[in-house]
C-alpha cells in the first residue's frame, strides 16, 4: 500500500471514529432527554394525583394529600433519596400503590414507566425506611388512665388495662419443603404468618410480633414475646385478651362458659334477658373493650389489600410488609388526631371474634399462685361491676 493509500485509509478511519462519537454523544442527549422527560411525567403524575379531587389521593395512595406529604418529609429525614430519576414521591406513590391495593410490581412498572427492577428497589428503599419510623411504642409505666376506662365510665374498674392484645392471620407464601409447609398451616388449612399485636383503646398499635408459622399457638406466640421482653408490662398493669388466653395477673381474659360475642349479648338484650350471672356483666364489659384490637386489625387490613393476598415474596419481607402496615397505620392515626379528623370507617369492616370454644384450652403453664392472683382480680372487677350495675 502507499503512503497516498495509507494516509487517505488514516483520514477515513479518523472521520467514521468522529461519527461515531457524535453519535454517542446523540444517543447520551437522548437518553438523558428521555430521563428528564421521565422525571418530569412523573412528577406530573404524582403531582395530578396530590391534586384536584381530595378523593383522588386516598384511593391511590390510602392515606390525604397532607398526610402523604408529611410522610414524604419523614422519610426523606430519615435518609430516603432520589434514586436516578426517581423522586421520593414517585417512591412513596409506588410504594403505597403496592401496599394499599395489592398491585403487581408489573403493573407498576407499566403505569410509572419504570423497569420491574427499578420499581422492586424503590420498593424495598421506602419498605426499609418505613420501619425507621417511631411510631410503634409501648406505654411507659406512668401512662395516664385512657379516658374508656376512666373514672366515672361504665369500664372504669378496668382502670388499669393498657389494652387488648390478639392474634389475626395474614396469608403467606414461605419458601419451604413440603414438610415445613406444614407448620404455616393455619386450623383452616390455609399457609398463613400469625401476628400479634398490643392495641390500646384507641386503636393503636403498642406492639407488633410477626412471622410466627400459622400452626403457633397464641399462648405460645405471647409467652415467648414476653419472655424475649418484646411485650413490656409495668407493675400493676394488664392486658384484655380473650378466651383463647390464659388469664394471668398480666393478661386478662374472660370468663369460660358464659357468653362472651358481641352478637350474644345483643340477642340477649332483645329478649329482656341481657345479664344471668355477674360473669355474664363482666364478660360483656370486657368484650367492649377487647373488641378494639379485632376493630383494628379490621381496618388494618382493609386499608391495605396486600395483607388479604400477600404476593410471593420472600418470606422475611413479607413478615416486614406488616410491620409496615401497622407503622402506617399508627403515623395516619397520629397525623388524623391531630388535625382531629378520622376516616377509619371508610375502611372499618365488623370482625366478629372466632374463639375456641375448648374450655381448657391456654391454662397450661401457669404457677398456682399466679392463678389465684389473676383469679382474684377478675372476681373484684366482676363484683365491682356487679354492684354497681
Same mark, same amino acid.
Given at each position: 500500500?502507499?503512503?497516498?493509500? %495509507?494516509?487517505? &485509509? ?22 438523558? %432527554? ?17 391534586? @384536584? ?46 401496599? @394499599? ?33 417511631? *411510631?410503634?411504642? &409501648? ?22 388495662? &393498657? ?19 406444614? !407448620? *404455616? ?36 406466640? &405471647? !409467652? ?13 398493669? *394488664?392486658?384484655?385478651?380473650?378466651? @383463647? ?52 386489625? @379490621? ?11 400477600? =404476593?410471593?415474596? %420472600? ?40 374463639? =375456641? ?33
Amino acid at each position: 500500500m502507499s503512503s497516498d493509500e %495509507e494516509r487517505a &485509509l488514516i483520514l477515513l478511519m479518523m472521520e467514521g471514529a468522529q461519527w461515531m462519537c457524535t453519535v454517542m454523544q446523540i444517543c447520551i442527549l437522548e437518553l438523558m %432527554e428521555e430521563d428528564n422527560n421521565s422525571s418530569q411525567a412523573a412528577k406530573e403524575w404524582i403531582q395530578g394525583q396530590l391534586e @384536584g379531587d381530595p378523593s383522588r389521593c386516598f384511593k391511590s395512595y390510602r392515606m390525604s394529600t397532607e398526610n402523604f406529604n408529611i410522610l414524604c418529609d419523614e422519610l426523606k429525614a430519615k435518609g430516603l433519596a432520589c434514586k436516578g430519576s426517581v423522586i421520593v414521591e414517585e417512591q412513596v406513590g409506588m410504594f403505597l400503590q403496592i401496599l @394499599g391495593h395489592a398491585t403487581s410490581i408489573q403493573k407498576i412498572s407499566e403505569d410509572f414507566q419504570h423497569s420491574t427492577e427499578t420499581v422492586w428497589r424503590c420498593f424495598l428503599d421506602v419498605l426499609h425506611y418505613v420501619r425507621r419510623m417511631d *411510631y410503634i411504642s &409501648l406505654p411507659s409505666s406512668n401512662a395516664c388512665v385512657h379516658q374508656k376506662v376512666s373514672e366515672g365510665t361504665i369500664h372504669a374498674p378496668f382502670k388499669d388495662a &393498657l389494652g387488648a392484645i390478639d392474634c389475626t392471620h395474614i396469608p403467606a407464601f414461605p419458601d419451604l419443603d413440603t414438610d415445613s409447609l406444614t !407448620r *404455616y398451616r393455619n386450623r383452616k388449612r390455609m399457609l398463613s404468618q400469625n401476628v400479634m399485636a398490643a392495641v390500646d383503646f384507641d386503636g393503636n398499635f403498642l406492639a407488633v410480633i410477626a412471622g410466627w408459622e400459622g400452626e403457633a399457638d397464641d399462648n405460645r406466640i &405471647l !409467652r415467648r414475646a414476653v419472655g424475649n421482653d418484646g411485650i413490656i408490662i409495668p407493675p400493676g398493669k *394488664y392486658y384484655l385478651v380473650d378466651r @383463647g388466653f390464659a388469664n394471668t395477673p398480666q393478661f386478662l381474659s374472660p370468663y369460660r362458659g358464659r357468653p362472651y360475642r358481641l352478637a350474644e349479648f345483643h340477642a340477649r338484650n332483645q329478649s329482656q334477658n341481657l345479664y344471668q350471672c355477674p360473669e355474664d356483666l363482666f364478660n360483656h364489659r370486657h368484650v367492649q373493650l377487647a373488641s378494639i384490637v379485632e376493630e383494628t386489625f @379490621g381496618i388494618l387490613k382493609s386499608r391495605f389489600k396486600i395483607l388479604q393476598m400477600m =404476593p410471593k415474596y %420472600e418470606y422475611k419481607i413479607q413478615v416486614k410488609i406488616v410491620i409496615a402496615c401497622c407503622i402506617l397505620h399508627n403515623f395516619i392515626k397520629r397525623q388524623n388526631s391531630l388535625k382531629d379528623v378520622s376516616d377509619e370507617s371508610l375502611f372499618y369492616v365488623p370482625v366478629e371474634y372466632d374463639i =375456641p370454644l375448648d374450655d381448657n384450652d391456654g391454662v397450661r403453664d401457669l404457677r398456682c399462685d399466679d392463678i389465684q392472683t389473676a383469679g382474684n382480680l377478675r372476681d373484684n372487677i366482676r363484683d365491682i361491676l356487679w354492684a354497681a350495675r
